[in-house]
């Protein structure tokens, strides 16, 4: 099983700021099948990005992901106040297909 | 529009069983897997496992074989998720998720549902 580990824990930041996510998987993520999702309270997750770096249908440009085999990066250019949320990375490459154990982003 | 529409809220003693219900609407049923999600309260999404609707093929996660039941009824265009003896553990949000392609990313979501195991 392919573990995925987020970093950090949770991140502080201001309307405005970029914000940058790490996900680190135990072994290599094949055909980069990597997901990014946000969660808000009380929602389901959403899908933002597959593939490490192509954006779901209707997914603002500000949000982008890039990376390879164990490390992978998702970033949001320029934080919108409805940004702030829980992310969570997801390998898909290999089942099961495990979630890493999420960032939650939080206002400064 | 693809909608995936869950069961609501359950309340169950442990011991007891459960089936929980997933339809899908909007899309060819039968051609796309799909997933299942689990929350524990305050916690992160974990993985339980696939299941194809046309010809039944699952695939579990190995931390919870065992532990549950995924089947459908493609009659119905429904996925089922279940339990034969309920834990207070087991209390938690399940989500179905549809991905395009396998494997592919969860790309649509029901709503959750709320499952309480209490005595």
């Known amino acids: 099983e392919i573990v995925l580990t987020q970093s950090p824990g949770t991140l502080s930041l201001s309307p405005g700021e970029r914000a940058t996510l790490s996900c680190r998987a135990s072994q290599s993520v094949s055909s980069r099948f990597l997901a990014w999702y946000q969660q808000k309270p009380g929602q389901a997750p959403r899908l933002l990005i597959y593939?490490?770096?192509r954006r779901a249908t209707g997914i603002p440009d500000r949000f982008s992901g890039s990376g390879s085999e164990t490390d992978f990066t998702f970033t949001i250019s320029r934080l919108e106040p409805e940004d702030f949320a829980v992310y969570y990375c997801q390998q898909y490459g290999s089942s099961p297909y495990t979630f890493g154990q999420g960032t939650r982003l939080e206002i400064k | 529009e693809v909608q995936l529409v869950q069961s609501g809220a359950e309340v169950k003693k442990p011991g007891e069983s459960l089936k929980i219900s997933c339809k899908g609407s909007?899309?060819?049923?039968?051609?796309?897997?799909i997933a299942w999600v689990r929350q524990m309260p305050g916690k992160g999404l974990e993985w339980l496992g696939i299941i194809h609707p046309g010809d039944s093929d699952i695939r579990y996660s190995p931390s919870f074989q065992g532990q549950v039941t995924m089947s459908v009824d493609k009659s119905i265009n429904t996925a089922y998720l279940q339990w034969s003896s309920l834990k207070t553990s087991d209390t938690a949000i399940y989500y179905c998720?549809?991905?395009?392609?396998?494997?592919?990313?969860?790309?649509?979501w029901g709503q959750g549902t709320l499952l309480t195991v209490s005595s």
């Open positions: 998720a549809r991905p395009f392609g396998f494997p592919g990313p969860l790309e649509f």
């Open positions: 593939g490490a770096s």
């Open positions: 909007g899309y060819s049923f039968s051609t796309y897997w």
